[in-house]
């Protein structure tokens, strides 16, 4: 087995790579808050469950997307250094990596940035849960808050 011994180039690289996944995301992530917040108050109130779980869903969809493009720039990164093959592998392997550990694809001048890839995509992927659970949770409750006042409008007695 060859020695390995990480290279200032590489962890450069590294770095640069999860500080733009970041950057992405952040600008994402409250691109996406803002929006949902817009749709909400533009159809303010939105009383229906399926119109309030839409909005959900449309930001697990474009969330998704963001992180398909974080993927695209490692992948894109992985190609134009000659890392990988081809643009459908590197792909594949960075989405693999981006999602859980997957060791071993890169040549070794690169292997550092396989867990740099995997950090990105761990921050990234709890970011993104946590932005999907506030939106959840706010989902939930307003459905919650709506049933309750029915419930209470029903047991009121007519008249009061």
Known sequence: METYVISADEMLWGGLLVAITMAIHGTSM?????????LKERFSPIESFAGGLSLVVLAALLITLTNVVEVIVWALFMVFRNAQPNHSVAFYHALLNFTTLQAGYLPQRWRLLEPALGMAGLLT???????????????????????????????APHGE
């Open 30 to 38: 409250f691109s996406i808050v803002r929006l949902i917040g817009s």
């Open 125 to 155: 992927v709890a970011w993104s849960t946590g932005i999907l659970y506030m939106l959840a949770k706010d989902f939930q409750d307003n459905q919650l808050s709506i049933r309750a006042r029915k419930l209470r409008a029903r047991a």
